[in-house]
């Protein structure tokens, strides 16, 4: 994960000091300095996703033939 100098350097948040959604780029919730213990829809080594890419996701990986 990348350190910025400036909060306002980081891609992946708003204007508003919100983490945006690492797939789609909408606002989430959750500002940026929010811990992860107090996050929905968090992945770990990727980062903050929204409630829809989230689902998404997880309904795709239900699809994968894991053998």
């Known amino acids: 994960m990348e350190n910025y ?3 306002q350097d980081n891609p992946y948040v708003s204007e508003n ?3 945006l959604c690492i797939s789609c780029k909408v606002e ?3 500002s ?3 811990s992860i ?3 929905n829809y968090y992945v770990e080594g990727a980062g ?3 409630k829809t890419c ?3 996701i997880v309904e795709n990986l239900k699809k994968v ?3």
Request: glycine residues 4%; hydrophobic residues 10%; aromatic residues 20%.
């Open 5 to 7: 100098q400036n909060i």
């Open 17 to 19: 000091g919100k983490d």
């Open 28 to 30: 989430t919730e959750y």
């Open 32 to 34: 940026y300095d929010t």
């Open 37 to 39: 213990d107090y996050r």
């Open 48 to 50: 903050q996703l929204c």
């Open 54 to 56: 989230y689902d998404n």
């Open 65 to 67: 033939n894991f053998d």
